[in-house]
T-cell receptor
């Protein structure tokens, strides 16, 4: 079965650079979520989109922005990168916004900021 | 606000022994509860979930969990642990909207 695809899987950037992470949800899933997992930490919710509109916002820094496109894929744009942004970034997708809907997670993008 | 507490950071279990991972949640109403497993460097895989109804839920890989409203708990159990179960386990709660709130995780180590 098709899963959530994230690219790239690994990314190395310098401080103050920008990065773009991409997420391709499971076909027919209309909701995408972004989570950040720091080293040894639990995943923290950043932002979500439903039908191309922002549906919820968590602890996403102002330096980050995201959007969902017409084909439902999503991109997380990160600017002025800081050392503390080094983390595993997960994308998850679901069908619909209801709380009980299962979120399927991608393998993550490991971002390292030097 | 909803929150999840996993009181055990690490647990070591002998292979073949039983396992129980603890999870307590804080939320005003009955939440949606989930257990995810994460192998090193990997994504999160859903083991099981509770929405309503039978308080004992069965999941994949032989795992089960029991929802106890009186104790605000959703503990994960497995009768016989295999070495391949070594991973980090996250309990998560969803209030009925979309955001998942995770616990800090419990790292399971399996000894021979």
């Amino acid at each position: 079965a098709a899963g959530v695809i994230q690219s790239p899987r690994h990314l190395i950037k310098e401080k103050r650079e920008t990065a773009t992470l991409k997420c391709y949800p499971i076909p027919r899933h209309d909701t995408v979520y972004w989570y950040q997992q720091g080293p040894g930490q639990d995943p923290q919710f950043l932002i979500s989109f439903y039908e191309k509109m922002q549906s919820d916002k968590g602890s996403i820094p102002d330096r980050f922005s995201a959007q969902q496109f017409s084909d439902y894929h999503s991109e997380l744009n990160m600017s002025s990168l800081e050392l503390g942004d080094s983390a595993l970034y997960f994308c998850a997708s679901s069908f619909g916004l209801a709380g009980g809907n299962e979120q399927f997670f991608g393998p993550g993008t490991r971002l390292t900021v030097l | 606000a909803q929150s999840v507490t996993q009181p055990d950071i690490h647990i070591t279990v002998s292979e073949g022994a039983s396992l129980e991972l603890r999870c307590n949640y804080s939320y005003g109403a009955t939440p949606y509860l989930f257990w995810y497993v994460q192998s090193p460097g990997q994504g999160l895989q859903l083991l099981l979930k509770y929405f309503s109804g039978d308080t004992l839920v069965q999941g994949i890989k032989g795992f089960e969990a029991e929802f106890k409203r009186s104790q605000s708990s959703f503990n994960l159990r497995k009768p016989s642990v295999h070495w391949s179960d070594a991973a980090e386990y996250f309990c998560a709660v969803n209030s009925g909207y979309s955001t998942l709130t995770f616990g800090k995780g419990t790292m399971l180590l399996v000894s021979p």
